[in-house]
């Protein structure tokens, strides 16, 4: 049993930055690609970022692009999101997420197996 515990959301003004974090706990020896995801209020949740257990492969929505990094160290069992240049649009509930298949780490939510509880990060004007 994996489990999954997202931290590092708050709020933070227009253009400023936000790392958030989620460690991995429970079975670690099998290591899974890994993958952020958001949900705003009223809205669908939404593909951020995934990268493959090695660190190799990263995938990016296109609106994420040049604007946050996604980084994994498996040492600490943890995923990272590096976000900067914040606007109100960020705003949302952040997921961190596990799937068991490297071909599944993409942006279809039903692929990922494992999620965490979320941390809230808002944006202000």
């Known amino acids: 049993q994996v489990q999954l515990v997202e931290s590092g959301g708050g709020l933070v003004q227009a253009g400023g930055s936000l790392r958030l974090s989620c460690v991995v706990s429970g079975r670690t020896s099998t290591w899974y690609p890994m993958g952020w995801f958001r949900q705003a209020p009223g809205k669908e949740r939404e593909f951020v970022a995934s990268?493959?257990?090695?660190?190799?492969?990263?995938y990016y929505a296109d609106s994420m692009k040049g604007r946050f990094t996604i980084s994994r160290d498996n040492g600490k069992n943890t995923v990272s999101l590096q976000m900067s240049r914040l606007t109100p649009e960020d705003t949302a509930v952040y997921y961190c997420?596990?799937?068991?298949?490297?071909?599944?780490?993409?942006?279809?939510?039903?692929?990922?197996?494992?999620w965490g509880q979320g941390t809230q990060v808002t944006v202000s004007s």
């Open positions: 997420a596990a799937t068991v298949s490297y071909s599944r780490m993409d942006s279809d939510s039903r692929h990922w197996d494992i």
């Open positions: 990268i493959s257990w090695t660190g190799g492969t990263t």
